[in-house]
C-alpha cells in the first residue's frame, strides 16, 4: 500500500507502516530503526502567457490559421482570441512551461516573417 502525502499527494520516499513483507518497522517486527518521512522537492514550473498583438495590417484569416495551427485552437475559439486581440489590441493566446511558450512565439513569428505580415507576438510571465 503507498500512502500518499496529504498536502501535495506525492507519494514519501519512505511510508511509514507500510504493511508489506519488508521490515520496514510496519509490523512490529526487530527493526528499531526510526523512520523519518523525507519530502520530495517538486515545484510546479512558472506559467507563461503568449499574447498576441493587434496590428493594421495582417489578415484576419492569417491570424485565426496561427492560432489553430500553433496553439491547436478550434475555428470558434481561434476567431474569438482573433476579434479579442483585434477590439483590445492585445489578447492571451495560451499559458505554458517556458520553453513550450518560446517555441510558440518562435513559431508564430517565422510563419508572420515569411508571409510578410507584421503579427507580433510575446511572452509574459503569469
Ligand atoms: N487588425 C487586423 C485587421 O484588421 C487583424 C488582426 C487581428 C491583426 C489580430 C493582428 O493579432 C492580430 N486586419
Known amino acids: 500500500m503507498t500512502i500518499l502525502d496529504p498536502i501535495d499527494r ?3 520516499a519512505i511510508a511509514a507502516g507500510s504493511d508489506d513483507d519488508k521490515d520496514d518497522g ?3 517486527g526487530p527493526d528499531t530503526g526510526v523512520v ?3 519530502r520530495p522537492k517538486v ?3 512558472s506559467m507563461y502567457k503568449v499574447l498576441m498583438l493587434n496590428d493594421d495590417y495582417t489578415p484576419m484569416e492569417f491570424v485565426v490559421h496561427v492560432l489553430e495551427r500553433v496553439f ?3 475555428g470558434d475559439d481561434a476567431t474569438r482570441i482573433m476579434l479579442h ?4 489590441g492585445v489578447g492571451v493566446c495560451g499559458v505554458y512551461t517556458y520553453e513550450v511558450a518560446e517555441t510558440k512565439v518562435t513559431q508564430t513569428m517565422d ?3 515569411k508571409n510578410q ?3 507580433q507576438c510575446t511572452l509574459e510571465k503569469e
Open 36 to 38: 523519518i518521512k523525507t
Open 26 to 28: 510496519g509490523d512490529g
Open 43 to 45: 515545484k510546479k514550473p
Open 117 to 119: 505580415h507584421p503579427l
Open 10 to 12: 506525492i507519494p514519501p
Open 111 to 113: 510563419m508572420a516573417r
Open 85 to 88: 486581440v483585434h477590439q483590445k
Open 72 to 74: 491547436g485552437k478550434n
